[in-house]
Nanobody, 124 residues
Framework: QVRLVESGGGLVQAGGSLRLSCAAS????????MGWFRQAPGKEREFVSA????????HYADSVKGRFTISRDNAKNTVYLQMNSLKSEDTAVYYC?????????????????WGQGTQVTVSS
């Protein structure tokens, strides 16, 4: 099993930046596709970004492309989400997720493991 713990959330002014971290347990971290999702109260959980386990190719939702950057450090079993130019609509709980395998099937990819989330609040 994989244990995921997110950190780095907080309150930030619109236009500011935050970097989220997701620490994963296990020495097989490199075998997992990693993703970031977010969910605001009363709204559906939405895909934000993903990074593959083999070549570290990245994928982004249109709403964050150009502003957010996902990366991973397999030696540290950690995935990051650098968020720049934050907007009020970015306010949500951000979740880290993991899927065994090297292939990302698209935004609808089913992830087996989830973290507890970290709150990101962007003030206007």
């Amino acid at each position: 099993q994989v244990r995921l713990v997110e950190s780095g959330g907080g309150l930030v002014q619109a236009g500011g930046s935050l970097r989220l971290s997701c620490a994963a347990s296990g020495r097989t971290f490199s075998s997992y596709v990693m993703g970031w999702f977010r969910q605001a109260p009363g709204k559906e959980r939405e895909f934000v970004s993903a990074i593959t386990s083999s070549d570290s190719s990245t994928h982004y939702a249109d709403s964050v492309k150009g502003r957010f950057t996902i990366s991973r450090d397999n030696a540290k079993n950690t995935v990051y989400l650098q968020m720049n130019s934050l907007k009020s609509e970015d306010t949500a709980v951000y979740y880290c997720a993991a899927k065994y395998g090297s292939i990302w099937y698209g935004p609808g990819t089913l992830y087996e493991y989830w973290g507890q989330g970290t709150q990101v609040t962007v003030s206007s």
